[in-house]
Each structure stands twice: as structure tokens, then as C-alpha cells.
């Protein structure tokens, strides 16, 4: 399959254009970023120059966009405008005029916001959570994604959204720390869109993407006050290799990211996993 992938030079994207070439797709990598995995240096805000881009390719995968971090650095609203919404149109309305079939849009779980907020217990974090966007890098991505849900529909592209977790360069004990609620490996990420690309959808559907979690909802009030014990209640092992490496458990756990959607109906089955860390020699 011919697969353009924006934001090629990111964490997701460059992983993701390695993932789809080793199952042999031709992908063609473009961002505003040079990298290796990136072919040609595109302005997905320039919409002329993204249309002729997009010319010759069955599916894109649009991982680009201005992100949290970039809020953080006082990025201006205009530019999350200009980047996350005007460049996912210009993308879209260029799948049309190409007659492009599939296109995956990568957002975020940050959509969720303050639907995430509950003082006495962690919140299950599932796509029937409505969505409370907090600031205006979450009104792009719940813009982007209505744009998504309107071409499926009106224009019969095959449009799908894909809410990833966190996937941010953090240290080891952080980093095993999130994967057990609220973390993703950027190559379970490149998975998850690769399995996407071989499913026909008959409606429009967003799905989380995630590490996964081993807890249940009968756990939510455990893992806000005591999340070592909820913790320890399937990896008991894990006292002891905490304690070996120094690590420490998190102190509250606020938040579970479910995945179960993508492992039904896309075949998802995360592999950098809490497990897959907390047993690594």
C-alpha cells in the first residue's frame, strides 16, 4: 500500500513510517522537521502545496500537529488553528481531490480533560467518557476530530481517530509508572495504526490507544488513595523489583486508560506493556 504519514520526524511518526516499511508499504514521510524518515519538508498549513503532496496515495496517517508541549511554550491559539485544524482540512479536503480511501487521524487522550477529574476515586478512561477539553490544544483535537466524523459521513472517506496515551521521554521509573494506566510505547502506537489500516469501517469510530491496564473498576477508589496495594494485587512481584531498582509506586493514580475497543475490533494487542517493563533484565 502507498501511505503518506505526516509529522514523520516525530516520536509516533518516524516509528510509525519504520513499522509500515518493514511489513513492505511504501511510505512517504513529510514534516516541517528534517529527519530520516522524512522525504520532503511540507507545511500541511500551505494547502496548494498539500494537495499536490497527497496525489498517488491509498491512506494517510496524519500524526502532525502542535501538541501540549507546544501550549506549554505559550504557543498563540492562531497557530494551533493555523496547524491542528486548517492543516487537518487541508488533508482532508486533498484526500477528496486525490480520491484517497482511508484516513487516520492521530489524537490525544488529553481530550478527555476535566472528565478525568474525580476526587474520590481514578477515573475509567474508555471512549463513552465525554469529552471536557481543557485548554486549546484539546478544542483543536475535538475540532480535527468532528472534521474527521463529517468527510466519513459526507464524504464517504474512510476516516478514523486513534487517542493515543502518553508516550513523552520520561525516566525508567516514571515511564513504568504511567504504563500501568495512563502510558503507550510509540511502537505499540505504529501497531495499533498499521492493524487499522487492514479495517473497513461501516460508521465512524474513535478508538483509545494505550498500554493497556491490568486493573478493573471494582479497583478505582483503591488506586486513588493506595495504588501500591492495587498494584501489588497482580504483580506481587513487583515490591521486590521496586525495591531492587530504587523505583517507587506511584502516590495516586487518578486515571485508567482502556483500551479494549482497539483489542476487539482492530485485533490490538500492546507488547511494551508494565508487564513487559517491570521484567525486562
Known amino acids: 500500500m502507498n501511505i503518506l504519514v505526516t509529522g514523520s520526524s516525530g516520536r509516533l511518526g518516524s516509528c510509525t513510517v519504520n513499522h509500515l516499511r518493514a511489513y513492505g508499504h511504501r511510505v512517504f514521510g513529510i514534516d516541517v522537521i528534517a529527519s530520516d524518515t522524512t522525504d520532503k519538508l511540507i507545511d500541511i498549513a500551505n494547502k496548494q502545496v498539500v494537495e499536490d503532496v497527497c496525489n498517488g496515495f491509498q491512506a494517510i496517517i496524519h500524526t502532525a500537529a502542535l501538541h501540549g508541549k507546544h501550549y506549554d511554550l505559550a504557543y498563540p491559539r492562531d497557530a494551533f488553528i493555523d496547524v491542528n485544524i486548517k492543516g487537518t ?23 478527555y480533560g476535566d ?47 486513534y487517542r493515543v496515551g502518553r508516550f513523552l521521554p520520561e525516566d525508567d521509573n516514571l515511564k513504568i509508572n504511567h504504563r500501568l494506566y495512563r502510558g503507550l510505547d510509540e511502537r505499540d502506537g505504529a501497531e495499533a495504526l498499521r492493524l487499522a489500516l487492514n479495517t473497513h469501517f461501516e460508521n465512524f469510530e474513535i478508538f483509545n490507544i494505550s498500554s493497556g491496564s491490568p486493573f478493573a473498576p471494582v479497583d ?11 498494584i501489588l494485587k497482580y504483580y506481587p512481584e513487583a515490591h521486590a523489583i521496586y525495591q531492587h531498582k530504587n523505583w517507587v509506586f506511584p502516590k495516586s493514580i487518578d486515571r485508567v486508560y482502556i483500551c479494549d475497543k482497539a483489542k476487539q475490533r482492530l485485533g490490538y494487542e500492546p507488547k511494551y506493556t508494565f508487564e513487559y517493563l517491570l521484567h525486562q533484565t
Not at 92 to 99: H, Q, T, V
Not at 120 to 141: C, F, G, M, N, S
Not at 220 to 230: F, I, M, R
Request: aromatic content about 8%; some cysteine.
Open 89 to 111: 482540512l487541508n488533508l482532508l479536503n486533498a484526500c477528496i481531490k486525490n480520491r484517497v480511501k482511508q484516513f487516520l487521524y492521530t489524537s490525544t487522550t488529553s481530550i
Open 115 to 161: 472528565a478525568m477529574v474525580d476526587d474520590a476515586k481514578a477515573v475509567w478512561v474508555d471512549e463513552l467518557l465525554p469529552e471536557q477539553p481543557r485548554d486549546i490544544y484539546d478544542i483543536t483535537k475535538q475540532t480535527t476530530e468532528q472534521l474527521c466524523k463529517d468527510f466519513f459521513y459526507k464524504e464517504g472517506l474512510q476516516t478514523s481517530v
Open 220 to 230: 478505582l477508589v483503591t488506586l486513588k488513595h493506595n495504588p501500591e496495594a492495587a
